[in-house]
C-alpha cells in the first residue's frame, strides 16, 4: 500500500487550512503555533480555526476547496499504482472535504483527514473532528495497515513536510517529495526535488 501526504504533494497547495483562511481572510497561524507548544490540543486547534470563519455553511467551505488544483502527475501516478496492484490511501491532517474530492477524482481507495462538522441546516457549528493529528500520522498509518491485514512495512510513504517523517520511519519505505525541509529530506529513503508526481513511478 501507498500512502501519500496530501497537501504539498497530490495538490499543488502547502495547507488546505491556510487555503480556506485566505479565503476568509483570517490567519490561523497564531492557533496552530499554540498547538505545537502544548497549550491547546488538536481538536482545540480545529475548533479555534473553524470559528475564524464564523457561521457559513459547509457548501462555501467546499465551493472554496473545489479550487484547489492537483498535483502535476497526481492522475497519472495513482491510475499506474492501480493498474500495478498497490493500493493507496491518503493521510492528512488537511480537511477531509478535499481528500475526498482527491480520493473521489483520483480512484485513492482510502482517505483519512480531518472533518468539518456541520448542523442539519449544513452550517459549521464550529467543531471538527480529529482524524489524523499532524503529530500522529505513524499511528494512523498502523492502524490503517493493520485493516489491510498488512504491516507498515509493507507500506511506502510519499511526503513533503517535518509531520510525515514519523510515516516515514514507521513505513518500509518512503519518499520525500518537493520539499525544502532538510529534516525530511533527511529522514527518506528517496528524495525527489521536481514538481510532478510521476517521477515516484520508477520506484515502484
Request: glycine fraction near 8%; include cysteine; proline fraction near 2%.
Amino acid at each position: 500500500m501507498i500512502i501519500f501526504d496530501m497537501d504539498g504533494v497530490l495538490v499543488d497547495i502547502s495547507n488546505s487550512w491556510q487555503f480556506v483562511h485566505k479565503s476568509f481572510n483570517v490567519d490561523g497561524g497564531d492557533n496552530f503555533r499554540r498547538f505545537l507548544d502544548n497549550e491547546i490540543s488538536y481538536g482545540e486547534f480545529m475548533k479555534k480555526d473553524i470559528s475564524l470563519w464564523g457561521k457559513v455553511k459547509i457548501h462555501l467551505v467546499e465551493s472554496i476547496l473545489a479550487k484547489v488544483p492537483l498535483m502535476k502527475g497526481a492522475k497519472t501516478t495513482v491510475k499506474q499504482l492501480k493498474n500495478a496492484g498497490y493500493k493507496t490511501a491518503i493521510i492528512s491532517a488537511g480537511i477531509s472535504i478535499l481528500a475526498e474530492r482527491i480520493q473521489q477524482e483520483l480512484g485513492i481507495d482510502y482517505a483519512l483527514a480531518n472533518r468539518l462538522i456541520a448542523n442539519g441546516n449544513g452550517v459549521l457549528t464550529g467543531k471538527g473532528e480529529e482524524v489524523v493529528n499532524p503529530l500522529k500520522k505513524a499511528a494512523v498509518l498502523r492502524e490503517l495497515a493493520a485493516k489491510e491485514h498488512t504491516t507498515s512495512r509493507c507500506c511506502a510513504a510519499i511526503g513533503d513536510s517535518i509531520f510525515d517523517v514519523p510515516m516515514f520511519k514507521e513505513a518500509g519505505f518512503s519518499i520525500a517529495f518537493n520539499t525544502n525541509d532538510k529534516r525530511v529530506k533527511e529522514a527518506a529513503d528517496i528524495i525527489i526535488e521536481e514538481k510532478n508526481l510521476e517521477k515516484v513511478l520508477p520506484y515502484f
